[in-house]
């Protein structure tokens, strides 16, 4: 059985690889502001720069967070947390002769940032002495990625996931993510407000980009609701995952997983869904036992893609009768993807989220003879065993069929995916992507001709920052915007491996991929962090994005559909008169309540009007009326309780027969 208690002091096998991050001194003052305190330990002292129109919605997050980044200058009275020595010159960034690739346009650009935000955007631009400048010349200057799906050091089936928040965001920001949204998973004996706190204290400390969060619903009573509206009142997360799958830990109901929607619309959130039938699994994995399949292809083999394209279906149907926005989370099969694709076509309010492993390999590598191989791919819903399952996901990404893509990174050492070696059901669930996934989509996406550049934007970043509540903030490069950027080389290539990448893990399930497109140069807050294979980060840099509630991107229409929807219920109402005839008693015999009902015929026939005939009265001389029917639709006859005679007729009409008649 899973497992999801593990100790906050339980050692970590995570280890940093080598890099150049670094808990700088706390007395600059300067860069105070880009780190977040509690409210009572900071002041507003002045508004110095620039407000953007885009940063309206933080205005109030920074009063409560303390993240001063975008409009105001703060002076801890407490200063607390790492702070970064840098002069003004280095918060002054020109990157300068690239491309400009939005979702919607690119342009050629040069695009100057000071203190975080993207303050001009166009060519020969003035800017002041000193600013550093990065050349891009024949080079796509594209939004940082979003990883809309990490688990970073997540307490999972008795271990723990061994990327965590720095060595998971310094691997996103190598591979041009600078932003992850990962995922509050409270423990049994936890409260969401409890799980959310640890994992802000768990993030906060260690972040090397921005960072925001998902809450999981894992069990459901009138407490979690009230936390749920705390979330996303004061806490700023707008939307909830749930597990059909999991059963025994995470997995909910489907009454349960109705109430969890209902709050969630109520709140304007988003609710997310792992979209597998939970109960049907742990049946098929017994089977598996039976047939003595304890390996990793055990672990496919009883999770089977109607499991996955079900449950899908369920959780649109009940999102549906919710009126609530639906996410699916990890797409992994072609039949689930034509799930929400359907509700799409239908007009439904639903997204669903590919992920690199989904789109970059697939689930023939469960049945590779090297056990350690076929383990470290395993993960819930698993890859599927056919190659076209990913072309097919990412033809869905570019009709905008699929909306955006994240990695469900959640990585797990040899020694770790061990506690399942001799049964797959103990197999710590997970693979790795953060570091990989823009370069997988580009090479499977664009170099395959199935994206453009300006959808390779959509799928990376913008879609999720429109649906997450982020953007224009995140996932677009314009005056106003986050200074999170990427410079990309479309020539760029690269053997992908384990021995090079950034992640904490042992194993990377891309090993060997060509890819070419890569990003050269990563952005994040106007600071160069990642250059020439170097990373310059600092640890606890990144901060707390909060999402808000009623997302345009996701609310307009639906606001309009429920408007329709419920004139529709109202234009069905059927006026009526009261009914003001009996009740039945059914305190009283059965009997008692039906005298009134009983036959009039003669006694022993059965009572034909309340089996559903006709009720003539009987005939002067007692016989059945006989303009009475003598059956029903169903095919009763009003005698069918009388024992018939049968009779063998020995010579019938049209031959003999040993049949009765
Ligand atoms: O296998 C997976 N996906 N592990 C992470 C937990 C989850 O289901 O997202
Ligand atoms: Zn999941
Ligand atoms: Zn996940």
Redesign the pocket.
């Known amino acids: 059985m899973m497992s999801s208690s593990l100790s906050d002091s339980e050692d970590q096998a995570s280890s940093a690889k080598a890099c150049f991050h670094y808990i700088p001194s706390k007395t600059d003052t300067d860069q105070l502001a880009h780190h977040s305190y509690p409210e009572s330990s900071f002041y507003v002292i002045k508004n110095t720069q620039q407000s953007s129109p885009f940063h309206s919605s933080a205005t109030t997050s920074i009063s409560r967070t303390g993240n001063a980044r975008t409009l105001f200058t703060v002076i801890p009275s407490m200063p607390q947390g790492p702070t970064t020595k840098t002069n003004a010159s280095q918060q002054r960034l020109l990157i300068k002769g690239g491309r400009v690739v939005n979702d919607d346009a690119s342009t050629l650009a040069d695009v100057y940032i000071e203190d975080g935000i993207i303050k001009q955007l166009g060519l020969n631009l003035v800017v002041p002495n000193g600013t550093k400048t990065v050349d891009a010349t024949g080079k796509l200057v594209m939004p940082g990625g979003i990883d809309t799906h990490t ?1 970073f050091e997540l307490p ?1 089936m008795g271990t723990r996931s061994v990327d965590d928040f720095l060595t998971g965001t310094q691997a996103a920001v190598a591979g041009g993510t600078t932003t992850i949204l990962d995922f509050v998973i409270p423990s049994k004996e936890q409260s969401l407000l409890e799980a959310y706190a640890q994992w802000r204290e768990r993030a906060d400390a260690k972040v090397c980009c921005d960072y925001g969060l998902h809450a999981a619903i894992t069990t459901w009573n009138e407490q979690v609701a009230k936390d749920m509206e705390v979330l996303t009142k004061e806490k700023g997360i707008n939307s909830f995952k749930v ?1 059909m799958a999991y059963k025994g830990v995470f997995m909910l109901q489907d009454d349960e997983i109705f109430q969890v929607f209902a709050k969630c619309r109520e709140l304007g959130g988003i609710a997310m869904v ?1 979209a597998e039938n939970g109960s049907v699994i742990t049946e098929l994995e017994k089977e598996m036992a039976q047939l003595g399949i304890t390996g990793p292809e055990g672990h496919l083999l009883s999770r089977p893609e109607q499991l996955e394209a079900e449950a899908t279906n369920r959780a649109i149907t009940i999102a549906e009768q919710t009126r609530c926005p639906l996410y699916v ?2 797409v992994m099969s072609k039949t689930a993807a034509d799930k929400v694709t359907a509700a799409r076509l239908k007009g439904q309010v639903v997204f669903g989220e590919p992920i690199a492993a989904s789109l970059g390999t697939d689930g023939s590598q469960y049945f590779n003879r090297c056990w350690r191989h076929a383990a470290a791919h395993v ?2 819903p698993p890859l599927r065993d056919d190659a076209v399952t990913g072309p097919y996901l990412m033809d869905l990404l570019a009709n905008g069929s699929l909306s955006a893509t994240g990695t ?1 990174h ?1 990585t797990f050492n040899a020694n770790q995916k061990a506690l399942g070696k001799d049964d797959f059901r103990k197999i710590p ?2 693979v790795n992507g953060v570091e990989d996934r823009l370069a997988v989509i580009w090479t499977k996406g664009v170099e395959t001709g199935k994206l453009d550049v300006n959808q390779f934007v959509a799928v990376t970043s913008a879609n999720a920052a429109r649906i997450f509540n982020i953007y224009p903030r995140k996932g677009r490069i314009a005056v106003g915007s986050d200074g999170d950027c990427i410079i990309w080389d479309r020539e760029a290539k690269k053997t992908i491996s384990a021995s090079t990448h950034h992640q904490a893990c042992d194993f990377n399930i891309f090993e060997g991929m060509e890819c070419r497109g890569l990003p050269v140069v990563t952005i994040v807050a106007g600071k160069v962090v990642y250059e020439n294979g170097q990373l310059n980060t600092v640890q606890g840099s990144g901060k707390y994005l909060e999402t808000t509630c009623f997302a345009e991107y996701v609310y307009q229409k639906l606001y309009k559909r429920e408007e329709l929807r419920d004139q529709h219920y109202k234009e069905r109402k059927i006026e009526r008169e009261p009914y003001t005839g009996e009740v039945v008693d059914i305190t009283k015999p059965f009997a008692a309540n039906n005298q009134k009902d009983q036959p009039t015929q003669s006694s022993g026939e059965p009572n034909a009007a309340s089996a559903g005939f006709h009720n003539r009265p009987a005939t002067r001389s007692g016989g059945r009326n006989l303009l009475d029917s003598s059956f029903t639709l169903s095919g009763d006859q009003w005698d069918d309780r009388n024992q018939r005679k049968s009779t063998r007729v020995q010579q019938p009409p049209g031959g003999q027969s040993k049949g009765l008649w």
């Open positions: 688990h999972f597990f792992h989370v990890h993960m819930s469900d959640c669930n997970g």
